[in-house]
């Protein structure tokens, strides 16, 4: 039985901006400190407000982190830790809910994005060619690929789906969320968003249909990019 693919998974909502989360952030750490010990404060970034940059309450081995800036809460969870999206999004609602309670209701919410970071196995021969990779893309030349690079952007559903392939270098947007990158991997990133605006905001009583619809969309692109006898080796159903 191969590894599970998936590395990381993220939820995260935006919402306008308001000072008055800068005094609800300490108390509702008080709330989860048992199980959020440690505090990792942001650096300042060029370009980039301090006050929206995310304080990170981690659990002691990092797995799960909860993520609150100015305008945003995150919930962030290494796939160890993931064992369906039901747990996750009933973790996520819990930690919501305290952070409601000390800030107050929202007016709404500027974006909802839902994230999943997947590392698939990569075969190559002593020259560094590609033997065997578990996706399912088009085969534009004759030779052996020794790279895998795609970067799509479509409107679904509601929302925006962004996938990111990449099987070499770095993706500067890992370090953000405290991926590791192997080598002879391929990153396989869904980030699926909907807007909305300070003036149009959705709803917070829809972010779980929206929630849903960002995970069955996700599964659905999933299980179409990855190879057959791939999905039966790691038992995706």
Known sequence: MSELP?????LELRFPGDPEVEVARGRFYQKIRSEFPEVY???LEP???PALQAY???????????????????????GSEYKSFEVFIKSFRHYFNFFTSEYGSLPGLTRIGLRYINFLP?????????LYSPLNLPQLSDSPR???????????????????????GADPRMDK?????????????????????????IPLSDLDEYTQEAHDVTKGFFRKLIA????????VQ
């Open 6 to 10: 998936l590395q990381l998974a993220v």
């Open 41 to 43: 404060v942001p650096t």
């Open 47 to 49: 370009n980039q407000a």
């Open 56 to 78: 990170q309450f981690a659990t002691p081995n990092r797995t799960r982190t909860v993520n609150v800036a100015l305008n945003s809460f995150a919930y962030v969870v290494q």
């Open 122 to 130: 990569l075969e190559r021969n002593a020259a560094g060619m590609i």
């Open 146 to 168: 020794r790279n895998v690079g795609v970067l799509s952007e479509s409107l679904e559903g509601r929302g925006l789906l962004r996938v990111y392939i990449s099987s070499t």
């Open 177 to 201: 969320v405290g991926a590791e990158l192997p080598r002879d991997k391929v990153i396989l990133d869904f980030d699926y968003s909907f807007e909305g605006t300070v003036y149009y905001p």
């Open 228 to 235: 057959p006898e791939y999905l039966k080796e790691v038992g």
